[in-house]
């Protein structure tokens, strides 16, 4: 490389630096104090109603009055009893178990158990489905 002037490096040096610390560590502890040491001007400031939910309940809204006046019973309907016996009476004449009832129409143990206790709230579709396999009619008028 005869010829060729004095090999010169043209890059330009880089500074690598931490990232500027976001809010939430401006305002630990450690980094307060620091400045409080250094001199430098601190504000602070209290937020009104922090860190509660008073704004949210402390007035009382127009519904109040009607949400206590309401004594409206809400609950699921549940199946009567006349149709866990029937249910109940159907599978023991076929002699099948609970189990064996649910696997015939595709459901699970637990739901054959809901409806004979009488915890189920009741599906057309599964009642058409017991009465189906059960070969009885469990809905509307014997």
Excluded at 31 to 57: H, L, Y
Excluded at 97 to 103: R, V
């Amino acid at each position: 490389m005869a010829g060729v002037g004095p090999l010169t490096q043209d890059w330009e040096p880089v500074v690598i630096r931490k990232k500027a610390p976001n809010s939430a560590a401006k305002r630990d502890d450690k980094t307060v104090n620091a400045a409080r040491r250094s001199g430098a001007d601190i504000e602070t400031v209290r937020k009104f109603n922090a860190g509660t939910n008073k704004a949210a309940s402390s007035g009382t809204s127009l519904n109040t009055k009607r949400l206590d006046d309401d004594t409206e019973n809400l609950t699921h309907e549940r199946v009567p009893t006349e149709l866990k016996k029937a249910i109940m009476q159907a599978r023991t004449d076929k002699k099948l178990t609970q189990s064996q009832l649910a696997q015939i129409i595709n459901e699970k143990p637990q739901v054959i158990q809901e409806y004979e206790s009488g915890k189920a709230i009741p599906n057309q579709q599964i009642l058409s489905k017991l009465e189906r396999a059960l070969g009885a009619k469990l809905r509307g008028k014997k």
